[in-house]
């Protein structure tokens, strides 16, 4: 057997699974002493180009509470051709296409290599993808302009037979039809005012395509398109030229106001409208927008520019008169759109806060995207948009509609919950903990909208009695059941069926702690911590974490934007935080703890420890937070490159070594998605605060002196180092606290 | 009728009492027809006589001059003065008023309720009847004419022809002019009678002397006739009825033309007969001459019943009456007595009369066949009478029978009581002169006469008019008098090329100078006190400091010298510019924004009007109202087009296309998008065209039925509110607003509910909804114009409250259809978008002390008691303000009232428009009225009572008409009339027309509904004619009908009035209300006319669905379309060309305009109106 290491790499790569522990304690009372509990983080569209489509239908377990789909681990009776479920024993026959079978002639989901396979749904329609473009107008001509050119340029990334949609707000709501000649046509609403989604129906005069779903797919075909729904391949032109007459907000904003932007109706026309059109159908409602709601439900800030837009500070004196209520909307609009499978992204882009806070379930519920940026007139926002459409080797977009995902379980684990862009589907079973952790209390969880990035922590609770041991040698089992509308528009269902030993913990201690897998722990602990900060007071959290882990990581972790709201607004905590909850292991990690490589002129890039000891001043740094490449001249260097010695030929290897940091961050800003803000600057810099504020303040103004003279770079700050934090924690962990 | 007229004018009026006699008396009916009959033998002797009027009125005092003239003058003379009938003044006569006196015709007595009437005016009906016989004569044929003239001529030549005449009139009518006579002339008359039975007798003999002695004067005229001719008439039976009818009574002649159908040739035939006889007469004429006195007693009464033809219509509605009378005859008698100068007939009664009174008798009791009997009897000698009438076989039946026995029995002759054209016909040939505003009190002209008018201090009566020139100095009085007091105040009226709009006045900053006290403006009542460094406010007497950069010396008189370099201080109408204080927000004013609201569900888009808005928009937009027609329009437009859902339009001069934003969230109405909606016309042309172009195109296959209709409005108006500016909504509708939404709307059109109680409830909008919304759009300045274009009903009464409370107007298409419907739209459509029109308007009526504007009629809406609120006001919108008294009033400085309009001019301009009107004040009710204009009081009543029934039971608001009326003439009798005979119907001058234009509103549509009106006409009417000026109120109500027989160039053909009989079978006639126009073409009417109308030899090729004449290249067909043209131009609405042709089912709807005759609806005749009237006042009085 391989090392745990090399054992977990392996079961990710292949089923997109990573858990906490991969030797379980085989009882409850072991389990909860572990600390940690059995979790995994699971990568529902972990991409595997290597997988063959399977054209037919999973085989299901006959018990009507389990429905397990026939995995590796099932014993198979060839002569009877009967296979028993590995999670409820049920003996069950094959169906009479499985005729054939034999111990040469397994189907392929019998095969130990496809414990993830993927079903290609025949049935059904096949169903357009749709993209519903929600636009604010209020913003800066500059802005405008920008955006609507990165609109007009995502139409032709689109597949011909999708149907796009576009509706724009400022003081008003518009609902576009598309394809008019001769007038541009649209449906214009109020933006104080809510409309449920039928009302809506009867203003836009649509019908619900449910009308025709008796019919065969020929004419159900048909009314899948309607005045404001149309495929690209046949308004392409039309609504090119509509979206280069976009206007900004024609009604006048007085001084000292900010633009009446309808925000909040906006969204909800654009969730009404799909409601009613395309339920259950894999659609993205695409929001951009420049600014604040000021106006009718889901208003984040008044008009009054006096009045400046809540921050942490309101939050905790309880002074954000409209947070509230805010929330709530976008909350309804979120479980509105994701009961019905839709998306919704949100692309902000503004240098104030814009109301992430209230919004941000509207992505987090839905799977949806959530964007933030200074400008839509910036790379970030254009790059990171185009990256949305960005396609796999079959020419498929990375992106997956309307999944469902189910977790099945041994007798002896229960799920406890989920933490991700998921909802409960509220679906109760033998396999559903009562102790919830995260979104509980279901087996079942929507996750509308899905790429192979996107990763959710799923909690287990061990529920062994410890008087009713496991047999030696047993193994519990999981399996995680993925429905979902793949991008051209098939069903498709990926199932992954993964086991792990079980372990006596105090006969085989050493043998659990050897599988505990560190970087999996440390994001799950991470997400659980994120997800009470968004529920729970901040300082709570910080002091649970202190009493749950303390391991290297918590030290970043504790100072990351996920729990630390110091410097950061309400809206960017949120948009961190999102990040953080769908982003898979290895973006988590580098979002916890910066990666800091060294380019110097002795040696090859190395990376080096996050601490001000590494910043020194004949090095180039290049700082990987996730969210910002950052490149970061030396002091010398600096010098060195402003006396424009890399022009000079003799000095070539100055000017590669100059280029070497650039080359590989650009090679990150290509393959990260959202893209992250990149920023080059040097010693003394006004955005190498990027980088002070994340190394290791191991030499402060307090104790510089006591180092070496010549290493490293004083940070003119308050917080503990690394080495305090691990004193002090080591004192606290031999003193009898616990 | 034609005929009558013009001979009438000249005859009857010109000799005695034109106005008088002849209007007031012609009354005489039929009920006294028998009397008449006789007197018909007179009469013929009579319209000699008329004739010599002719002439006379030159002369009248001329020709029978002498002695008639007195006598005349007493009848006639106040036809010819001024109206006042009074009799009280012969002297005064001249005055005007004091002509009045001819009144004798008003004194004429009431025989029967109202067949008395008649009668009464029989006498001078007769002379009317004369004429008309005179016309009928000629008419009828050459020997006529020259009949006509031959009479004129000899009477003129003979004085005592005329004397005759004048005589009779005297006796009969002005029991006081003629005072001589009268009471004498009573007793005489009797003797009268024998005279004028001699006159007329004389000729006609027995019969006639019966007649005469009951009737000597007018109908004698036809009496005589027969009588004389009795085998003429014989002739006449035989040929056809209508060759005696037409003798019978003036109208006759006509009528029987046109009557009878048949017998019309024969008429003719008859006629020329009758010449002769006319000759006769004539010859009896001068001897009447002499009896004349008597005459007119006796002819009062009974002679007209001849007029037959109303007996058969008024018939029904009398005749219930009728039976009773035969009870009643002993009251009737009474009636007789009052009606017929009891006096006079009873003398005449027993000496010949004795026949007229059975007859009279008779008359009362059954009116009807009395007229009949009397016509017959009339004519009867005529027998034939009746059968000739066309459409009266009631007549011929009963008249054969009855007329014998009760010849007494009388209608009023038609042609003897007051007649419409003749006051307007006289009006005209008395207006010569420019009408200047400076004599305070002076009554202008007619609004039917067309006459210049220089502003002297005081507004052109184009502006106001008054009821009275000359208000009563005390509550008393007034209260007394009844004569409402009110002014009809159309603050914006176009005027005619030569007269100059208000001046334009800059006060510079500190804005208008105005009293301290009441803020009046300044004015030409203000007198300048303390060497020019005070003026005392002519209204409230308040002194106020002159500012320093508007002092003036005063020269020696204690006027400034600037005077008359200052509008403001020499004329009647001026502007001041309004300053930021008279502003909104004390802002200047945005130039106001037209929005055009298009209803594009499916009846509008198939009957058309879509398709027809859209077109003609692309060329109306360059028409927009501009002050200076060098420079483009200020006005801004904007598009809106709906079902039930609206679709607003940015029409952007930056756009390649047009965008249309539908907003479809109608509970909560707001305005989709704010640049762009509004747009000069000019930048944005081509986006407008193309806009105009698709939207027929894009609902051309709509299948929306449904509307709504509050949420439009509300879309306009948060429009205007977006931009900050006030304007105008062009609303193009088609249905009842039944889609969900405020303002939705029900139908409630119930059949049943007409009559009761609740009928008002049906006036009343049904939700408050609209009341609300027009208070809104009001305070923006937001005027609502309604065109609707229903299939069905939409609830008028709702659906205008708001164009209604906003000044703006409603037109109505019912069953509207592209092609025949399209031109009258797009006219009225023009017209609206072109005319000059203010925005945001306030007017308010300021008052010197003792009088004060209490109520306000009109197209407004108050928020307040004082202030007059218009979003809009148009050059057509007409307010009518009541005044009453709180204070005493004195005769030396007269009662001065100022009308302030604070507007926004469509260039964006805030002005303020003064109108300032001086009225004598009186205290003697004679000259209340003698001063006063029946136009505009019924301008007033109309009003009024259109307001009335939205609270009232349509019935009791009729009532109260009737007995106001009844009051203000029974005032008149008691106070102001020389004391004569109780039964004597005696009216003003000034309004002696008001009892028949009263039964004019009475029967209205909306006040008498028939059973094809519906509700949704009646409402429309109701509201169109709120806002009416006293012009369009008059045609309205007395439709003007022209013969187009002969067609000169320059000048219209005189009018005939408004009825059946005066209608000729061979003749083509045009008639306008201003809402209609018809064109009336006779069965036989003569081929070459209808080759120079319609370029068709043949009747029945006339295709009676034609809007408008074929265009031929003829001196007629050109001057005919000229006329109708004119008449177009004239009006505020277009009037669609309906050819009727007689005998067609069209014509029903024509002959609903004939007002004086018995309307289907059960609206009584003039003649029998008349009565009725009488007979309140009888009540009254006694």
């Not at chain 2, 004698?220 to 002739?235: E, I, R």
């Not at chain 2, 303390?530 to 400091?545: K, L």
């Not at chain 2, 203000?968 to 003003?988: F, V």
Request: a neutral charge; one cysteine or more; glycine letters at 6%.
């Amino acid at each position: 057997m391989a090392t745990f290491p090399e054992y977990i790499a392996q079961n990710e790569e292949r089923d997109g699974v990573r858990f906490s522990w991969n030797v379980w304690p085989s009882s409850r009372l072991e389990a909860t002493r572990m600390v940690v509990p059995v979790a995994a983080l699971f990568t529902p569209l972990k991409e595997r180009p290597d997988l063959p489509p399977i054209q037919y239908e999973p085989v299901l377990c006959s018990r009507a509470t389990c429905r397990a789909v026939l995995n590796p681990l099932c014993q198979v009776d060839y002569r009877a051709k009967l296979w028993a479920c590995n999670f409820c024993y049920q003996r069950n026959q094959f169906p009479p296409s499985y005729a054939g079978i034999s111990e040469v002639n397994q189907p392929a989901e019998l095969l130990p290599q496809f414990s993830t396979i993927e079903y290609v749904v025949q049935r059904g329609p096949q169903m357009p993808l749709v993209f519903l473009y929600v636009v604010d107008t209020c913003m800066e001509d500059e802005d405008l302009q920008a955006l609507k050119e990165s609109l007009q340029m995502s139409l032709s990334l689109l597949p011909p037979t999708a149907l796009v949609g576009l509706i724009t707000f400022g003081r008003m709501v518009q609902v576009h039809e598309l394809g008019c000649e001769g007038i541009s046509k649209s449906y214009v609403f109020r933006g104080t005012k809510d409309l449920n989604a039928k009302q809506l129906q009867e203003m836009l005069g649509l019908t619900k395509p449910a009308a025709s779903q008796g019919r065969g797919p020929q004419t159900a075909q048909q009314p899948l398109s309607n005045r404001f729904l149309q495929p690209v391949q046949k308004i392409d032109m039309n609504l090119t030229d509509l979206l280069g007459e976009l206007q900004r907000d024609p009604w006048p904003v007085t001084q000292g106001k900010r633009p009446l932007r309808s925000l909040g109706v906006a969204m909800s026309i654009a969730v009404g409208l799909l409601e009613c059109t395309f339920p259950n159908t894999g659609a993205r409602i695409m929001t951009f927008i420049g600014g604040p709601a000021t106006q009718g439900p889901g208003m984040v800030v008044g008009d009054e520019l006096k009045t400046p837009i809540r921050s942490w500070h309101d939050l905790e004196k309880d002074n954000a008169k409209f947070m509230k209520k805010a929330t709530k909307h976008y909350e309804s609009l979120a479980n509105r759109a994701s009961t019905n499978g839709h998306i919704i992204d949100i692309y902000a882009c503004a240098l104030d806060q814009t109301g992430l806070l209230e919004m941000k379930c509207c992505a987090n519920y839905t799977g949806g995207y959530m964007v933030m940026a200074d400008s839509f007139n910036t790379s970030l926002f254009k790059q990171t948009f185009q990256r949305v459409f960005t396609k796999d080797v079959q020419g498929s977009f990375k992106m997956a509609f309307a999944a469902t995902l189910e977790v099945k379980t041994s007798r002896e684990i229960k799920v406890s919950g989920a933490i991700g862009p998921c909802v409960s589907l509220s679906a109760k079973g033998p396999c559903v903990s009562e102790n919830e952790i995260g979104t509980g209390g279901t087996c079942q969880w929507k996750i509308c909208g899905l790429d192979p990035s996107t990763t959710l922590a799923l909690y287990f609770e061990v529920v062994n009695q410890h008087n009713a041991p496991i047999p030696q040698g047993g193994r519990g089992a999981i399996q995680f059941v993925t429905q979902y509308q793949h991008s051209s528009g098939q069903r498709r269902i990926r199932v992954s069926t993964t086991a792990r030993n079980w372990a006596d913990a105090q006969t085989q201690i050493q043998s659990i702690a050897a599988s505990f897998d560190q970087e999996a722990a440390a994001i799950l602990m991470a997400r659980l911590a994120v997800y009470r900060a968004e529920t729970e007071e901040g300082p709570d959290v910080l002091r649970w974490l202190d009493r749950q882990l303390i391991r290297l990581f918590m030290f970043h972790l504790r100072r990351s934007p996920f729990l630390q709201v110091f410097n950061n607004s309400p809206d960017e905590s949120s948009y961190y935080r999102h990040q953080f909850n769908r982003q898979d292991l290895t973006q988590a990690l580098i979002m916890i703890q910066p990666v800091l490589y060294a380019y110097s002129f002795n040696g090859p890039p190395e990376p080096v420890l996050l601490d001000s000891s590494s910043i020194l001043p004949d090095r180039i740094l290049l700082m990987d937070t996730f969210f910002q490449i950052l490149i970061y001249h030396g002091e010398t260097v600096a010098q060195w490159r402003k006396a424009g010695y890399q022009e000079m030929a003799e000095y070539e290897n100055f000017r590669h070594l100059l280029q070497a940091p650039v080359d590989d961050a650009q090679e990150l800003l290509h393959t990260r998605f959202p893209m992250p803000r990149y920023i080059d600057t040097e010693h003394g810099g006004s955005q190498a605060r990027f980088l002070l504020s994340k190394v290791n303040p191991s030499q402060t103004h307090n104790n510089m002196y006591a180092w070496g003279q010549e290493s490293g770079a004083p940070i003119l700050t308050d917080d503990v180092s690394l080495q305090v934090f691990m004193d002090h924690l080591k004192k606290l962990a031999v003193s009898s606290a616990a | 009728m034609n005929v009558n007229q013009h001979t009438p004018m000249a005859s009857p009026y010109g000799q005695p009492q034109p106005g008088y006699g002849q209007p007031g008396y012609a009354p005489l009916d039929g009920g006294y027809p028998a009397p008449y009959a006789p007197y018909n033998g007179p009469a013929s002797a009579y319209q000699p006589g008329a004739p010599q009027q002719g002439p006379a009125r030159g002369p009248p005092a001329s020709g029978a001059p002498p002695v008639s003239a007195p006598q005349p003058y007493n009848q006639y003379s106040q036809s010819q003065g001024d109206m006042q009938n009074g009799p009280p003044l012969m002297t005064q006569a001249p005055p005007r008023p004091a002509v009045s006196q001819p009144y004798n015709h008003g004194a004429v007595n009431l025989p029967g309720p109202q067949p008395s009437f008649p009668q009464h005016y029989g006498p001078p009906p007769s002379m009317q009847q004369v004429t008309n016989q005179m016309t009928g004569m000629q008419i009828a044929s050459g020997p006529p004419t020259p009949a006509g003239p031959g009479y004129a001529p000899p009477h003129s030549s003979q004085p005592p022809v005329s004397n005759a005449y004048s005589a009779a009139p005297p006796p009969s009518y002005t029991h006081a002019p003629p005072p001589v006579s009268s009471a004498p002339t009573q007793p005489p008359p009797p003797s009268g009678p024998a005279p004028s039975q001699q006159y007329y007798g004389g000729p006609p003999p027995p019969s006639q002397q019966q007649f005469n002695s009951s009737l000597p004067p007018t109908s004698q005229q036809q009496f005589t006739s027969p009588a004389p001719p009795p085998s003429s008439q014989q002739s006449f039976p035989p040929t056809s009825y209508s060759g005696p009818p037409p003798f019978s009574s003036a109208p006759p002649p006509v009528s029987q033309p046109a009557f009878v159908s048949g017998p019309p040739p024969p008429a003719q035939g008859s006629f020329p007969p009758r010449a002769p006889p006319p000759s006769s007469q004539p010859g009896s004429f001068p001897p009447p001459g002499p009896p004349p006195t008597s005459l007119p007693s006796g002819q009062y009464t009974g002679p007209m019943p001849p007029q037959q033809q109303p007996p058969p219509t008024q018939p029904s509605p009398y005749h219930s009456g009728p039976p009773p009378p035969g009870s009643q005859m002993p009251p009737t008698s009474m009636a007789q007595s009052n009606h017929l100068p009891p006096g006079p007939q009873g003398p005449p009664g027993p000496p010949g009369p004795l026949q007229q009174h059975p007859p009279q008798p008779g008359m009362p009791g059954g009116f009807p066949p009395q007229q009949n009997g009397a016509f017959g009897q009339v004519r009867g000698p005529q027998p034939g009478y009746a059968g000739p009438y066309p459409g009266q076989p009631n007549y011929g039946a009963p008249a054969p029978a009855p007329a014998p026995a009760p010849p007494a029995q009388k209608r009023l002759d038609p042609d003897a009581i007051p007649s419409p054209i003749q006051v307007i016909e006289d009006d005209k040939a008395k207006s010569t002169e420019p009408f200047t505003t400076g004599v305070r009190g002076q009554a202008p002209p007619l609004v039917t006469t067309n006459f210049q008018v220089k502003d002297q201090g005081n507004a052109s009566p184009r502006f106001v008019r008054c009821t009275a020139y000359n208000m009563p100095c005390t509550a008393d009085m007034a209260k007394q008098s009844q004569v409402p007091l009110a002014a009809v105040i159309k603050p914006l009226a176009t005027l005619p090329q030569d007269e100059s709009p208000p001046y334009l006045v800059d006060h510079g900053e500190g804005g208008p100078i105005r009293c301290n006290r009441c803020k009046a403006y300044m004015c030409p009542y203000m007198q300048f006190i303390e060497g020019g460094r005070r003026f005392q406010c002519g209204f409230c007497s308040c002194v106020t400091e002159v500012p320093p950069h508007y002092f003036q010396h005063l020269d020696h008189t204690g006027k400034r010298v600037d005077c008359y370099d200052r509008p403001e201080l020499s004329l009647g109408s001026y502007e001041f510019l309004a300053t930021v204080d008279y502003c909104k927000n004390n802002k200047l004013p945005q130039p106001p924004a037209f929005i055009f609201l298009i209803d594009v569900s499916y009846n509008a888009v198939k009957s058309g009007m879509v398709n027809i808005v859209c077109q003609e928009l692309k060329t109306l937009l360059d028409y927009l109202p501009r002050e200076n027609p060098e420079m483009d329009s200020m006005v801004r437009v904007g598009f809106v087009t709906y079902n039930k859902v609206l679709h607003f339009y940015n029409v952007k001069a930056s756009l390649a296309q047009p965008q249309m934003l539908v907003v479809s969230d109608v509970s909560d109405m707001f305005v989709p998008l704010l640049d762009g909606f509004l747009v000069n016309v000019n930048e944005s042309r081509l986006v407008i065209e193309s806009l105009l172009d698709q939207i027929p195109e894009m609902f051309a296959d709509t299948r929306e039925t449904e509307t709504v209709f509050g949420p439009v409005i509300q879309a306009g108006l948060e429009a205007l509110k977006a931009a900050d500016c006030a304007g105008k909504l062009f609303v193009f509708h088609t249905s009842l607003p039944i889609a969900e939404a405020p303002g939705k709307l029900k139908n409630r059109e119930d059949k049943k509910l007409i009559g009761t109680d609740k009928e008002k409830s049906l006036f009343q909008p049904q939700v408050g909804f609209y009341n609300t919304l027009a208070k809104e759009c009001v305070a923006q300045g937001c005027c609502v114009d309604l065109f609707l274009f229903p299939n069905q009903y939409v609830d008028v009464a709702t659906l205008g409250v708001v164009p209604v409370s906003t000044g703006g107007s409603v037109y109505k298409y019912t069953y509207f259809q592209a092609q025949t419907d399209k031109e009258r739209f797009l006219n009225d459509l023009r017209r609206d978008v072109q005319k000059l029109v203010g925005f945001d308007a306030v007017m308010r009526v300021r008052t010197s002390t003792g009088i004060r504007a209490t109520d306000f009629f009109g197209s407004f809406f108050m928020s307040n008691t004082t202030d007059v609120e218009l979003a809009g006001l148009d050059c057509d919108k007409a307010i009518t303000v009541e005044f009453k008294h709180d204070d005493k009033l004195s005769e030396e400085t007269g009662a001065l009232m100022q009308c302030a309009v604070l507007y926004t001019s469509c260039s964006g301009q805030r002005r303020l428009r003064v109108h300032n009107m001086a009225v004598n004040c009186c205290s003697q009710l004679a000259d209340l009225y003698r001063n006063c204009e029946t136009d505009t009081i019924i301008n007033f009543f109309s009003k009024y009572a259109f307001r009335g029934i939205l609270s009232n039971p349509t019935k009791a608001v009729r009532d109260t008409l009737v007995n106001q009326c009844a009051q203000i003439l029974a005032c008149y009798r008691k106070n102001c009339a020389s004391p004569s005979s109780a039964g004597q119907l005696i009216l003003p001058e000034c309004m002696k027309l008001l009892p028949v234009y009263l039964n004019c509103v009475l029967k209205s549509d909306v006040l008498l509904p028939g059973a094809d009106v519906s509700l949704d006409d009646r409402a429309y009417l109701r509201q169109l004619i709120s806002c009416m000026d006293v012009a369009e109120s008059h045609v309205f109500f007395y439709p003007r009908l022209l013969p187009l027989t002969k067609l000169e160039s320059g000048s219209l053909p005189v009018a005939v009035r408004d009825s059946e009989e005066r209608l000729s079978k061979g003749g083509v006639y045009i008639l306008e209300t201003g809402l209609h126009l018809f064109l009336w073409v006779g069965a036989s009417v003569q081929q070459e006319l209808l080759l120079n109308i319609f370029g068709t030899p043949s009747f029945s090729q006339i295709d009676p669905n034609m809007t408008s004449l074929p265009v031929l290249d003829n001196p007629f067909s050109e001057r005919l379309r000229e006329i109708i043209d004119s008449f177009r131009a004239q009006r505020s609405r277009y009037m669609k060309l309906m050819v009727v042709k007689q005998e067609d089912r069209t014509e029903l709807i024509f002959r609903h305009f004939l007002v004086e005759d018995k309307s289907a609806s059960g609206g009584a005749s003039y003649v029998d109106f008349l009565c009725h009237m009488h007979k309140e006042i009888r009540q009254l009085l006694s």
